[in-house]
């Protein structure tokens, strides 16, 4: 078992549920940061009970406790985005904020 957590932004999503997979069968640590906006918590669901596994709800715009979930973590997985190109061509607005401006 290893003694780091890794942070998964996105956690919930195909991508991000994906990794949090794998990462637990390795023994890792893992804590999931996901506003479910786009992720789903049945992309999850077969790993929830693990007990290496944090799930906490936040949005990285507007962040409430981004500071100490960071602090404990050794390494991030950044993959929380909005996923829906198509508003990009209506709305950029929306795509930059949420994938780019927002990065820690």
């Known amino acids: 078992m290893n003694d780091y957590v890794s942070l998964i932004t996105g ?3 195909f991508m991000g549920s994906h990794l949090t997979e794998r990462l ?9 940061l ?3 906006s786009s992720g789903n918590l049945e992309n999850i669901k077969p ?8 799930l906490i709800k936040e949005d990285l715009k507007k962040p409430s406790k981004l500071n100490q979930i ?3 973590c050794k390494i991030i997985f950044h993959l929380a985005a909005n996923p829906e190109v ?3 061509e209506t709305n950029p607005q929306v ?3 949420e994938n780019i401006l ?3």
């Open 24 to 32: 637990l069968k390795k023994g890792y640590k893992v804590s999931i």
């Open 95 to 97: 795509h930059f904020e």
């Open 11 to 13: 956690g919930a999503g």
């Open 34 to 36: 996901d506003i479910f």
């Open 86 to 88: 198509k508003v990009g």
């Open 102 to 104: 927002n990065n820690f």
């Open 70 to 72: 960071v602090g404990e």
């Open 47 to 54: 790993f929830i009970d693990n007990s290496s596994l944090t």
